[in-house]
């Protein structure tokens, strides 16, 4: 069973940094094609944040573009996203997502746990 552990999130005052982590764990890992991060918002729906393949090509939300990095180590079956210049409508519980294939050959979805962010004014 392939999982997803996140970490990194936290309390930060409006301007200041934070950087999240994610690791897929597994033996089953064969490969990992494009990793990504979401959030949802108290009383909103789960939208999507940043995202890269495996080629290292990235995409991001227009809200988080010039702010938000997202980076990985492929050997390591990871993804981070280095959130800069924080904003109180930044502040939701972020989750790690990647496609996995399996050492099967079978491809399938999966969710971190999600790490709360909390930006204060």
């Known amino acids: 069973q392939v999982q997803l552990v996140e970490s990194g999130g936290g309390l930060v005052q409006a301007g200041g940094s934070l950087r999240l982590s994610c690791a897929a764990s597994?033996?089953?890992?064969?490969?990992?094609?494009?990793m990504g991060w979401y959030r949802q918002a108290p009383g909103k729906q789960r939208e999507f944040v940043a995202a890269i393949t495996s080629g290292g090509m990235t995409n991001y939300a227009d809200s988080v573009k010039g702010r938000f990095t997202i980076s990985r180590d492929n050997a390591k079956n990871s993804v981070s996203l280095q959130m800069n210049s924080l904003k109180p409508e930044d502040t939701a519980v972020y989750y790690c997502?990647?496609?996995?294939?399996?050492?099967?050959?079978?491809?399938?979805?999966?969710w971190g746990q999600g790490t709360q962010v909390t930006v204060s004014l």
């Open positions: 597994a033996r089953s890992i064969f490969s990992i094609d494009a």
């Open positions: 997502n990647a496609d996995v294939i399996t050492t099967g050959r079978i491809r399938n979805n999966y």
